[in-house]
């Protein structure tokens, strides 16, 4: 699956951004989708994920309550929507994706996932 992000930019602390995730499979619905953050100097790191048809969504405690993720099978397309945003927010954001063949997936670890993106930067100011 080739994953193409987008929607990254320069953002003030408490403001909001929504990323996108384009797939290029027709049967990404069978997908788990996940999104992780890499900042300078440091390791990847999970950010949340959501299980093929929707149901079920789970994120890391750091951005718990204030990021979403959501996906429009019919457009083969994941969303990440940021809100409160902080400084440490600041990374370059990857989407990831691997089959979810019983829909029961809980990939947090990046050998979980197969295909990635490219990584769109998200800068937060103070």
């Known amino acids: 699956v080739q994953l193409v992000e987008s929607g990254g930019g320069v953002v003030q602390a408490g403001g909001s951004l929504r990323l996108s995730c384009a797939a290029s499979?027709?049967?990404?619905?069978?997908?788990?989708a996940g999104w992780f953050r890499q900042a300078p100097g440091k390791e990847r790191e999970f950010v949340g994920a959501?299980?093929?048809?929707?149901?079920?969504?789970y994120y890391a405690d750091s951005t718990m309550g204030r990021f979403t993720i959501s996906r429009d099978d019919a457009r083969n397309t994941v969303y990440l929507q940021m809100n409160n945003l902080k400084p440490a927010d600041t990374a370059v954001y990857y989407c990831?994706?691997?089959?979810?063949?019983?829909?029961?997936?809980?990939?947090?670890?990046?050998?979980?996932?197969?295909?990635w993106g490219q990584g769109t930067q998200v800068t937060v100011s103070s």
């Open positions: 959501i299980r093929r048809n929707s149901g079920y969504t």
């Open positions: 990831a994706a691997a089959p979810d063949p019983y829909g029961n997936a809980r990939y947090a670890n990046t050998n979980e996932y197969d295909s």
């Open positions: 499979e027709r049967t990404f619905s069978r997908y788990a």
